[in-house]
């Protein structure tokens, strides 16, 4: 076979496409807000990832035009060589003190913070531990190292210490994301820390969905749990809560040192755009200044899980804004994804390969600024839906 044959015998989506149940790379002309057209219609967002609603908060649109009017659209160069602006440094400085961390180091993509640290911590002699519900960039990241991976069962505390045993754990990194990205559960902190120290790894937590949603600040698991200090790597994004593109890793000094001179996701991009870092930092002021947004956004979560859960959907483990209605097979799935649809209510189905073909599912995501009605109004439409479909 030649090698590009299996880009013509790669016909699912298009098969999907052609029947209607195709619900990838959908067209939204609108900003980012809890309602967007999509295709030209109306609908009511419940798939986003900004859970404080801030993409379209009206200071973090205007630092970001000023940081074009000042800085230009892009650096031209990556940050090892002139593509750093002081914009940058301000930026890292407000992440450190936002995770409680030493320093900072901001990257073009969350995918490559998870990529370029992992790859460039973990070496020859080394071992990296992952969640078996770890992010793909994770996983991504683990790959590209020289070290050895190891899984263990998701949130399993019991298979985490068996991995420990049987390794040299003092040359290790236990890596899990802080809420999960399908799931909604959130990573047992508390638990990794202690095993971390008893058998002498390093932890790496990754808030992306963490971030603005768990803490006294919204400063992620990490802070939820009360062991920032005793976490080494923090990694945060900023295409969640902080309204932009991008993303973050945050240490000791040492640790970002290293990675400034090693990490080769950093060192060959180019830079973060002026206006993505200024967005973050008006972003990051804002969480400062309304904390009640947070509460907001836990009011809206409390709300959906209990509403969910008494109509008899399965949202899993989940006890965060990441909600999961577990469907089961992949048919019932696409049909309910495409009933919600054309009640206009914007939710993403999950199936194979994310998923085994049996645990199907809906994954829902809120924000701080959904008004109970407009969720009233969405529940609605889940229990009618739920019911034709024999799910609820």
Not at 140 to 153: A, L, Q
Not at 162 to 190: H, P, T
Not at 229 to 254: C, N, R, W, Y
Not at 346 to 362: D, E, G, M, R, S
Request: proline share 3%; charged share 20%.
């Amino acid at each position: 076979m030649a090698l590009l044959d299996k880009c013509a015998q790669f016909t699912e989506a298009k098969e999907l496409d052609k029947i209607g149940f195709y619900p990838y790379f959908r067209e939204i002309n609108s900003e980012q807000d809890t309602e967007v057209y999509c295709n030209g219609k109306k609908m009511l967002m419940l798939g986003s990832n900004s859970y404080l609603g801030l993409t379209n908060h009206p200071k973090v649109k205007e630092a970001s035009i000023e940081a074009i009017k000042k800085y230009g659209t892009g650096c031209a160069g990556s940050r090892f060589l002139n593509g750093t602006l002081d914009i940058h440094i301000q930026l890292e400085e407000a992440l450190a003190r936002y995770v409680g961390k030493e320093a900072a180091l901001a990257y073009p993509t969350g995918y490559q913070s998870n990529v370029g640290a992992i790859s460039a911590l973990v070496g020859k002699n080394d071992f990296v531990i992952t969640d078996k519900y770890d992010h793909a960039s994770i996983i991504d990241g683990c790959k590209m190292s020289y070290g050895k991976m190891e899984r263990f069962s998701h949130n399993d505390m019991k298979s985490l210490e068996m991995v420990l045993k049987k390794i040299d754990s003092k040359n290790s990194l236990i890596v899990v994301d802080g809420i999960f990205s399908m799931e909604g559960d959130i990573a047992n902190i508390e638990e990794i820390v202690r095993l971390a120290k008893q058998y002498g790894a390093e932890v790496m937590v990754d808030e992306a969905h963490s971030l603005g949603v768990l803490g006294k600040n919204g400063a992620g698991a990490a802070e939820a749990s009360g062991l920032i200090d005793d976490v080494a790597v923090i990694m945060g994004t900023f295409s969640k809560s902080l309204a932009s593109i991008g993303g973050f890793i945050a240490g000791d000094h040492d640790t970002i040192h290293y990675l400034k001179h090693h990490s080769r996701a950093l060192i060959f991009s180019a830079s973060l755009p002026p206006a993505s870092a200024a967005s973050v930092l008006a972003a990051l002021e804002i969480i400062e200044q309304e904390p009640e947004r947070i509460d907001r956004l836990w009011e809206n979560t409390h709300h959906m899980l209990k509403s969910f859960n008494e109509m008899g959907y399965d949202t899993g483990l989940s006890n965060t804004p990441v909600i999961p209605l577990h469907i089961g097979d992949m048919m019932t799935t696409m049909k309910m994804w495409k009933l919600l649809d054309e009640e206009g209510v914007f939710i993403n189905p999950v199936i194979p390969p994310a998923v085994p073909p049996t645990q199907c599912l809906i994954r829902t995501s809120f924000m701080a600024t959904h008004t109970i009605e407009q969720l009233d109004v969405a529940l609605s439409k889940f229990k009618k839906i739920g019911k034709q479909l024999g799910v609820i």
